[in-house]
């Protein structure tokens, strides 16, 4: 069974950084995307970023939304079938539930419980 693990979320100033981490599970084969979905309280949840890789290594495809490009970075480890999410410069709009989910191509997508990032003075 495939289980999504989300770390790393917190209370950081604006300003400040957090690094998320995600750890996929219960595949002998890598999820080719894995990425990153937020929802703030009142909002529709919206994806951050995503990261795809069809060759086997750790680098890939990424793509963010406007509002974070520059500002997070997006990264694998293959090998640890485990995905980051560096946040610099965070904003007070960036307060939210921040989601992992991983997907084989052609696969269902799997997601994490999610970790709460608060970014508030």
């Known amino acids: 069974q495939v289980q999504v693990v989300e770390s790393g979320g917190g209370l950081v100033q604006p300003g400040g950084s957090l690094r998320l981490s995600c750890a996929a599970s219960?595949?002998?084969?890598?999820?080719?995307?894995m990425g990153w979905y937020r929802q703030a309280p009142g909002k529709q949840r919206e994806l951050v970023a995503t990261?795809?890789?069809?060759?086997?290594?750790?680098?890939?495809?990424?793509a963010y939304i406007d509002s974070v490009r520059g500002r997070f970075t997006i990264s694998r480890d293959n090998a640890k079938n485990t995905a980051y999410l560096q946040m610099n410069s965070l904003k007070s709009e960036d307060t939210a539930v921040y989601y992992c989910i991983a997907r084989r191509i052609g696969l269902s997508t799997h997601w994490g419980q999610g970790t709460q990032v608060t970014v508030s003075s």
């Open positions: 219960g595949s002998i084969f890598i999820f080719e995307t």
């Open positions: 990261i795809t890789s069809t060759t086997g290594t750790s680098s890939g495809t990424t």
